[in-house]
């Protein structure tokens, strides 16, 4: 079966979230995310935020992550590698790695839209690190 989504009509109905944080709610974010349907594994994702959101994880699989419209930058933390600082721009996409804790930090905001393979795994704390002990 094919699925058609209006992104545009979807983003046109969706608010921009100010001072997002980790901890922030699923009923915080009501109106400025959406899930736009499935897609193998996962889920298609949108959302429009400003803030700091969560560290999270997807052991099932690679997220693809599109950069709509703003900018941010996407925290990772791979291995024992040092946490690595990416700077995104509208019309940039990243591949997020399998297992990879990551985040996204947009003081000025960001329209996302992400394939995501579920389940997630978030730490809903505000951490430097998300492999180190709490």
Known sequence: MTTII?????????????GRTPQTTSADRVGSSALLGPYRDGT?????????????RHRQGDELVHVLDGSTTLDI???????????????????????????????????????????TDHIR??????RQPA
Do not use: C, Y
Not at 6 to 18: K, S
Not at 44 to 56: M, N, R
Not at 125 to 130: F, H, K, L, Q, R
């Open 6 to 18: 209006d992104l545009t009509a979807e983003l046109a109905n969706m608010t921009m979230l100010h």
């Open 44 to 56: 298609l994702f949108a959302g429009k935020f400003s803030g700091k959101g969560a560290w999270e």
């Open 77 to 119: 933390a791979t291995g024992e590698e040092p946490i690595r600082s990416l700077s995104l721009r509208a019309g940039m996409i990243a591949i997020v790695p399998q297992g990879a804790w990551h985040r996204f930090r947009s003081p000025e905001g960001v329209t996302l839209m992400t394939a995501t393979p579920l389940p």
């Open 125 to 130: 704390v505000d951490v430097d690190d998300p």
